[in-house]
C-alpha cells in the first residue's frame, strides 16, 4: 500500500531533486561586493552561495546584507560596494547537508531556509535543495 507522505520521505534522493552546481548562481569569497550585488540583482535571487577558489562553500550572501552593510546613518554609503569583499559581509553559517544525507534531514532545514546547500563526503559543492523543489515533489505526489 503506497502511503504518502511517508514513502515520498523514504525514498527520495536529494540528489534527484537538487538544482546541480552547474545551473546555481554563485559568488566567490574575495568578490567585490559590488560583484556579489550584480549577480544578485541579474540572477533574481535573493540569496546565493558563496565558494572558494576550490569550490567549496564558504557562505551565503545575500542582497539585504549587502544593503545593510552599505547603510549609514543618513545615506548610502555606496563606496563599500568596491571597498569590502563578500568574505566580510556573507553569512557564514550554511544550511548544509551531504549529498547521501536523508531527505527528512533536508525537509527540516528548508522550515528555516529557503535552499539547503549540498556538498560531496569531500566538502566539495555540489548543487543547492530548495523549498520550490521540495514544493513540487509533495503536490506532483498529492495528485497521484
Ligand atoms: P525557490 O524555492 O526556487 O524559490 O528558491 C529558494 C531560494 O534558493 C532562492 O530565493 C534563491 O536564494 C535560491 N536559489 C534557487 N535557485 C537558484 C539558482 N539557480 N542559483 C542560485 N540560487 C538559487
Known amino acids: 500500500m503506497y502511503s504518502f507522505p511517508r514513502d515520498v520521505i523514504l525514498n527520495t534522493k536529494i540528489e ?10 554563485h559568488v566567490q569569497i574575495d ?9 544578485l540583482i541579474k ?9 572558494d577558489l576550490s569550490y ?8 539585504t546584507m ?3 552593510t552599505v547603510l549609514g546613518i ?10 569590502l569583499k563578500v568574505a566580510e559581509v556573507m553569512n557564514p553559517n550554511v544550511p548544509k547537508l551531504k549529498l547521501d544525507a536523508d531527505f527528512m ?4 532545514l528548508t522550515i528555516n531556509h529557503p535552499f539547503v546547500c549540498i556538498e560531496d563526503n569531500e ?5 543547492i535543495l530548495t523549498r520550490r523543489a521540495i514544493i513540487k515533489l509533495f503536490t506532483k505526489n498529492l495528485h497521484k
Do not use: C, Q, W
Request: proline share 3%; glycine share 8%.
Open 31 to 39: 568578490n567585490p561586493l559590488e560583484h556579489a550585488l550584480l549577480v
Open 105 to 108: 534531514r533536508a525537509l527540516g
Open 43 to 51: 540572477s533574481g535571487y535573493s540569496a546565493v552561495p558563496v565558494l
Open 74 to 83: 543618513e545615506s548610502f554609503e555606496m563606496e563599500k560596494l568596491t571597498k
Open 16 to 25: 534527484d531533486l537538487m538544482v546541480s552546481s552547474d545551473k546555481v548562481a
Open 123 to 127: 566538502g566539495l559543492f555540489k548543487g
Open 66 to 68: 549587502i544593503m545593510d
Open 56 to 63: 567549496r562553500l564558504r557562505g551565503i550572501i545575500s542582497t
